[in-house]
């Protein structure tokens, strides 16, 4: 059967490309040859398969490696299901040259993670642009490429945490519920698989069919390097020569998948009976592969149907309180996918009723077609999106990843162009083709005549689509700015307008012309919110965005989506905010528009009702969650606050009954009464005129002043006996466990670089930590696990309400193991304190995470207001940058010591510890 076609021009867009450019200036090593070039981006080719995609970008101080492997889920057979995700594991376990991959990428302050999804794995780190921390990164990926150890012992240890992380999917309705309606949706394609596997095939799956699977997949002529950011091409290219080239070229072929999904046949049907107080309905349809004709449309109707606040099933079913969550999409893959939709119901809701009008808001469209605006208002916000992407170019070489894997790199390109040329004849036709009740997954047989059935066609190739493809212009590139704290505050011009409201101005060329705006307005007291000890400051400052005195929520969300600008106008008990992400020629019009709906927010009925619906639901939903319940049980533990204080904790049901309690008059007399702009502070940073900036300033923010002048309310130490609880949460595979210890401590203390130090030693990096490797790596009882320390600040530097705490999950079974791991980890660690090659990897890693947050021009505009609030100089950075490097061993063992007391510390665990006690997990087979 021919396939539907989209509208001729579009079709002719994607399938006749004019030939492909080639790298402008970049003359490849012997060895690799040039491809495609799209819009700064470049392909490169190694003789043993491997491709290889830069994207460079001398703005951005920064540099992103993401290599991808085509292996998923999607490749995984009989009995292997998960091997793909366990592998991701095991190759952080090392090499015979790369014994600690996770400690070596802690020292150099790397950023690094893997994924594993239906068609890809990709391992990624980002760094501050260091061609010594480049070399390492790209020895160690063409090392594990081929030469990982891929051990027994290894698989054993880390079995638990795989299956930990099971355990806490499993936890969640939307994850389980996702799960099934998955695997219902597919007969024989593996796409019905979770990524994570079944656990019976986890658990026991032997090492050697996993060290086969990884020597067929992991090969180069299976991989894609990316790698994005500040770097010289031509030095790269020859340094990836040198090291992926002697790679061989595997003699094997690559195992050709041959299922197809057969054509749906009839509602499919699966309800889920688990512990929650959510009511959850989701929905699938077959629709074509990435590369389909079909495919830019469907993603375009996904964009109609789902976009909140204009979206049809917000309008439906949210603004009509039938639900309080409700949204549609379509991806692309590799092969034929689903077409997804969702709406969220709380407990004591009419769900059939909310998944009635779901239904028919997706199926009867032909009844009430797409409309020309619906469609150019989706089409502007897909656009803005590929817009706003496309302007940070780490990002992007993240998201190339998708595309690899479902063909082609270049189908960014190509799809993104496609959805900006789909008609309205596209939109409805695949309506009426594809989301019809007969494709939909409910599995319930009804004998039907003459059933209509969606027929899914072959795609075509994806060299017909992008061979030759060219693109549009590359995004013009900002100057190479060094974020030192000494740049920053040479660049930076700091006045003061209003009453105490002071900005701080960084002008300087971004990509793509972007600008931030981060401005914190500070009002009210601790006597004020007495007087209003409802739910009211909270949510004025959430209903600001929704609606003003001129503009509607969807009116709003369209005016700032015609500015290209992402907004955030939000406000709470001391405070309000205006966050802004635009373009310089956008600047003054979006920072207007937020100004004025900060000052004049309509609260309408209708939007309050929307969101305090959302609020009980997601209350609700957390009534069963261990996480919220060992959370709360530690949040009342410390609490010092008396009963009629702001600061208080409150029972979940304190805070429904508020919820419930709440008028929409609290909340228009509390901004009344508080809210005003001329105290705060304003940070702008990024591409704009600060002569056009200044006097816009001082006309949208400097008068207005705040109702109830701004007093903060003061936090001291207090010191909380050690204590355990435990609860019962049945139902819930994945326990939580929480430590806290409270500490006096300011982020102004002698003391507070030494323990930061020591906290990233003992559990503040993720993998490579003391507890890391004890909980995780040895004892495989963690998926996740780590520690923080907190520390007051203050202009006055007297608050000092400081804490340490620690953080895990595990199976319900070995909690106790994990709490007698964490007690001994702690106990070893104040009597024998740190070494020498730890403080020095610490430090080494926590100064590269400290230059590497100053590349983003969003956490510098967060930087400056800090500072100008708390009345220090951006040199303070600097000077705490050179503590951190003077610190020594003796200083960071006398803080350990004076600070962390293993007999404080007090523990809250939540789980499902009596079904645990009665069925013991079997160890995995031999």
Not at 455 to 477: F, H, N, Q
Not at 509 to 534: E, H, I, M, Q
Not at 598 to 613: G, I, K, V
Not at 839 to 863: C, F, I, N, P, Y
Request: charged share 25%; hydrophobic share 40%; net charge negative.
């Amino acid at each position: 059967m021919k396939h539907p076609r989209l509208h001729s021009l579009a079709l002719a867009c994607l399938l006749a490309l004019p030939a492909a450019a080639f790298a402008d200036g970049v003359t490849p090593p012997k060895g690799i040859t040039a491809g495609a070039c799209v819009e700064g981006i470049c392909e490169y080719r190694l003789g043993n398969g491997l491709r290889v995609l830069l994207f460079p970008d001398a703005s951005k101080p920064t540099v992103t490696v993401n290599l991808t492997y085509l292996v998923g889920s999607v490749h995984e057979n009989y009995g292997e299901t998960g091997m793909a995700h366990l592998l991701e594991h095991l190759l952080f376990k090392g090499t015979p040259t790369h014994t600690d991959i996770p400690g070596e990428l802690k020292k150099r302050g790397v950023g690094f993670n893997a994924s594993t999804s239906l068609d890809r794995t990709n391992y990624f780190s980002s760094f501050p642009a260091n061609d010594a921390t480049l070399d390492y990164v790209l020895g160690l990926e063409a090392d594990r490429m081929l030469r990982s150890n891929i051990a027994k012992k290894d698989l054993d240890s880390e079995m638990t945490v795989v299956r930990n992380e099971l355990e806490r999917n499993e936890n969640n309705p939307g994850s389980v519920l996702g799960e099934r309606l998955r695997s219902t949706a597919y007969l024989w394609h593996n796409y019905g698989n979770t990524t994570i596997g079944a656990r019976s095939d986890v658990e026991h799956v032997p090492i050697e069919r996993l060290q086969a699977f990884y020597q067929t997949w992991y090969q180069p002529d299976n991989a894609v390097l990316i790698l994005a950011g500040r770097f010289d091409p031509a030095r790269l290219l020859a340094d990836i020569a040198a090291k992926f080239g002697p790679l061989k070229k595997p003699a094997r072929a690559l195992p050709v998948a041959y299922t197809v999904e057969p054509v749906q046949d009839g509602e499919r049907e699966v309800n889920v009976r688990r512990s929650g107080d959510i009511r959850i309905t989701s929905v699938a349809w077959h629709m074509p592969a990435a590369t389909h004709p079909d495919t830019p449309a469907l993603m375009v109707l996904g964009n109609i149907l789902g976009h909140a606040p204009g979206g049809r099933l917000h309008k439906a079913l949210v603004e009509s309180r039938l639900a309080a969550f409700a949204g549609a999409g379509a991806g692309a893959s590799h092969d034929p996918g689903t077409f997804g939709a969702v709406v969220a119901v709380p407990k004591d809701g009419d769900a059939a009723k909310a998944e009635a009008e779901l239904l028919e808001q997706v199926e009867d469209v032909a009844a009430q077609p797409i409309t020309a605006q619906e469609l150019a208002d989706a089409e502007q916000r897909i656009g803005n999106g590929y817009e706003l992407a496309f302007n940070d170019v780490n990002a992007v070489g993240m998201a190339l990843s998708e595309y690899v894997a479902a063909g082609d790199w270049r189908l960014w390109f190509v799809l993104r162009d496609a959805m900006a040329k789909v008609t309205l004849d596209d939109v409805n036709r695949v309506a009426k083709t594809y989301l019809i009740p007969s494709n939909r997954t409910l599995a319930r047989f009804i004998p039907t005549d003459n059933a209509v059935r969606a027929t899914i066609g072959d795609a075509p190739s994806v060299a017909s689509l992008v061979d030759g493809y060219t693109g549009r212009a590359a995004v013009e590139a900002g100057e190479a700015f060094v974020a030192t704290p000494a740049n920053i505050a040479a660049r930076t011009q700091t006045y003061t307008i209003g009453d105490s409201l002071t900005v701080s101005l960084l002008p300087k060329k971004t990509r793509g012309g972007t600008v931030v705006v981060n401005a914190d307005f500070r009002f009210a007291d601790a006597d004020a919110l007495r007087r209003n000890p409802s739910a009211a400051p909270g949510f004025a400052g959430t209903m600001l965005m929704r609606g003003s005195k001129t503009m509607t929520r969807e009116q709003i969300d369209k005016r700032f989506e015609a500015l290209k600008t992402e907004a955030s106008v939000s406000g709470g008990g001391q405070g309000a905010g205006i966050a802004l992400q635009t373009r310089r020629g956008e600047l003054a019009e979006a920072l207007t528009l937020a100004a004025d709906i900060l000052r004049n927010p309509a609260f309408p009925d209708s939007e309050f009702e929307q969101l305090r619906l959302q609020a009980i639901t997601g209350m609700e939903a957390q009534r069963k969650e261990p996480g919220a319940i060992a959370g709360n049980a530690m949040a009342k533990a410390f609490d010092p606050w008396p009963a009629d204080h702001p600061l208080r904790y409150r029972t979940p049901d304190e805070q429904l009954a508020e919820l419930k309690a709440l008028k929409l008059d609290e909340l228009r007399a509390w901004h009344r009464a508080a809210y005003g702009t001329s105290n705060g502070q304003i940070a702008i940073v990024g591409d704009f005129d600060p002569e056009q900036v200044k006097p816009l300033l001082q006309k949208l923010f400097a008068d207005w002043k705040p109702g109830v002048a701004y007093a903060p309310i003061h936090t001291q130490y207090n010191a909380v006996a050690a204590r355990k609880e435990r609860f019962e949460t049945p139902d819930k595979s994945s326990a939580v466990f929480i430590a806290r210890q409270n500490l006096p401590l300011n982020d102004d203390d002698a003391d507070y670089a030494a323990l930061l130090v020591a906290n990233n030693i003992f559990g503040g990096s993720g993998l490579k930590s003391r507890l890391g490797d004890r909980v995780r790596q040895k004892d495989g009882l963690s998926y996740g696990i780590g520690s923080g320390i907190s520390a007051d600040s203050s202009p006055d530097g007297k608050d000092d309400a400081g804490s340490f705490g620690i953080q895990a999950i595990a199976a319900p079974q070995n909690a106790a193991k994990l709490e007698a791991a964490v007690r001994e980890e702690l106990a070893r660690f104040v009597k024998d304190g740190v070494t020498e090659a730890e403080l020095k990897d610490a430090v080494s890693g926590m100064l590269t995470q400290r230059e590497q947050s100053r590349a983003s021009d969003g956490a510098v505009a967060g930087m400056l207001n800090s500072d100008a609030f708390l009345g220090r100089p951006m040199l303070r950075r600097a000077e705490f940058d050179a503590k951190l490097k003077s610190l020594t061993v003796e200083q960071v063992n006398a803080a350990i010591r004076k600070f962390l007391k293993p007999e404080q510390l007090s523990v809250f665990e939540a789980g499902d510890f009596a079904n645990a006690a009665k069925t013991a997990t079997p160890p995995p087979a031999k």
